[in-house]
């Protein structure tokens, strides 16, 4: 499968991007990918070993005469985000990705690509197999559950690195080179709301609110795009005219996706249906007004339930006003723009998962910012607001942001290397995501890292795709960092 990726240059990274694509690996679903990396790095003679979070490190003596050169570590993770269009079928625990080339950029056929990350695993995997450089100690450190939880960073044994720098190659854009992320975390509820059974003038009927192009949930969250939640509620909020009643509600699938689909059973007055759909026309029509240019393929539609109103219970008028209520006030994107890093989001929340079922209410927001008192305040409203419902929050997950460090001696070698390799000097950048530079460098203080990668765009969305060319100008500009490292030159 993907053999085509076999036809791409350079041909060591799509080699291994093809292993990648031909193994599934969800969050929390790596063993099987684990365990083929162990056996390729057997076949080539290198030490391999995993901490007890079960992150795995593949070792790489240095090149004769290079042994006391300064260690490289090169860091990725090794799940992906599992998101497909609901028109393609596809078992992320089982099936291969469906990979295409298109006016020169990878796809894979109405699913995540896995690009993210990818292509930083298989560029580390090409560097631990290749002999035309000359290099001190390698260390190649692939992560779990990063799309998740952060869980194998955060479970980092502390005293297994040895490496003194560190290259994330866990980033999206060419010509630009990170030094900072955001920290983050997810604010879990849980509410258990009353039930009724359904009056005899009522029907049940099914909302949708699909189309919306969806997107990265840090790096996305400025580009006005609609989030699925955050319109179908505001849908319920216009239908409280019509006293609608919620049997149950599905918005969303990943804390760190932007939410593309969001569904919600409702019981309403039969005699109240011509109305309610005239404002739900009314409301698409506003929706595609007001996101125009961005998501014009948002839809709104109504259709019978699956069930009778006699095989159903709905939330009581209450428990439907207040948790709507609720969710409609709950803060969501931009927060607040940094002051000191002009440009870049500072604090941000994303309503990525929203459900309801048997009248069990479950939401998980991502909560991110460079600050983290900002997190924890940001994440202190939403137990302040929910808790007005009864809900029960539990703030999880957490992880630190990555202080930007501007006078790093690995930061000027790469702004060198990046000029003398592609001809230009690399932008500077603090990126509203996750990275996981945060999380290790506070295990790993004396750590210098960077943060850079190929163009990837539309990261944990089905439309993800990454841009061949781009690959090929990371893959010079690493194995130049890599050589020069090795060298003992000074930066």
């Known amino acids: 499968m993907n053999d085509h990726l076999l036809t791409l240059s350079p041909e060591p990274v799509w080699r291994h991007f093809r292993t990648l694509c031909n193994t599934p690996r969800p969050s929390g679903h790596e063993a099987r990918l684990v365990e083929t990396l162990e056996q390729w790095a057997d076949a080539q003679g290198l030490a391999h070993d995993r901490d007890s979070s079960g992150n795995l490190r593949i070792r790489k003596p240095a090149t004769p005469g290079c042994e006391s050169v300064p260690g490289i570590i090169l860091q990725g993770h090794l799940d992906m985000v599992t998101q497909a269009n609901a028109d393609r079928p596809h078992d992320f625990l089982n099936d291969p990705l469906d990979t295409y080339v298109e006016d020169g950029w990878l796809h894979a056929r109405g699913t995540t690509l896995g690009a993210d ?11 631990l197999e290749t002999d035309d450089i000359a290099h001190g100690p390698i260390e190649a450190l692939f992560t779990l559950e990063e799309e998740t939880s952060m869980k194998g960073a955060l479970g980092l044994e502390e005293g297994w690195l040895e490496g003194r720098y560190l290259l994330n190659l866990d980033s999206e854009d060419r010509g630009e080179v990170y030094i900072g992320c955001a920290g983050g975390a997810d604010v879990v509820i849980d509410a258990d709301l009353p039930m009724r059974g359904c009056d005899e003038e009522e029907v049940m009927r099914r909302l949708a609110l699909t189309g919306l ?28 005219a019509y006293d609608i009643r919620l049997v149950d509600y599905h918005g969303g699938t990943l804390r760190n996706a932007l939410p593309r689909e969001a569904f919600a059973t409702i019981v309403v007055n039969e005699s109240h249906l011509p109305a309610l759909e005239a404002t739900l026309a009314e409301l698409q029509a506003l929706y595609r007004d007001e996101l125009a240019g961005v998501d014009d393929g948002v839809s709104l539609t109504l259709s019978p339930g699956e069930l009778s109103c006699d095989d159903a219970e709905a939330l009581t008028d209450t ?19 940094s002051v000191e ?21 479950h939401l998980c927001a991502l909560v991110r910012s460079l600050r983290d008192s900002a997190t924890q305040n940001l994440a202190d409203r939403f137990t302040a607001l929910f808790g007005l419902i009864g809900a ?6 957490g992880y630190p942001g990555w202080t930007p460090s501007a006078d790093s001696a690995l930061l000027a070698r790469f702004k060198r290397l990046h000029q003398e390799t592609l001809g230009q000097e690399p932008a500077v950048k603090v990126i509203h995501a996750g ?14 890292m960077i943060s850079f990668g190929p163009v990837i765009r539309g990261a944990h969305s089905p439309t993800e795709r990454t841009e061949i060319a781009s690959v090929e100008e990371f893959w010079q500009v690493l194995k130049a960092l890599v050589a020069d490292i090795g060298s003992g030159r000074a930066a």
């Open 117 to 127: 990350n990818g292509l930083g695993v298989a560029a580390a995997l090409a560097i």
């Open 213 to 240: 192009v969806g997107g990265h949930s840090g790096v996305d969250i400025h580009k006005e795009r609609g989030n699925a939640n955050r319109l179908l509620v505001r849908a319920l909020r216009a239908l409280e």
């Open 319 to 337: 428990a439907t006003d207040l948790l709507v209520a609720a969710l409609h006030a709950a803060p969501y994107g931009i927060e607040r723009m």
């Open 341 to 361: 890093v002009p440009g870049v989001v500072e604090t941000s929340n994303n309503l990525g998962v929203v459900t309801l079922e048997n009248g069990r209410f």
């Open 392 to 397: 029960r929050t539990r703030v999880e997950n």
């Open 435 to 448: 990275l996981e530079c945060g999380i290790i460098g506070s295990k790993y203080p004396q750590l210098e």
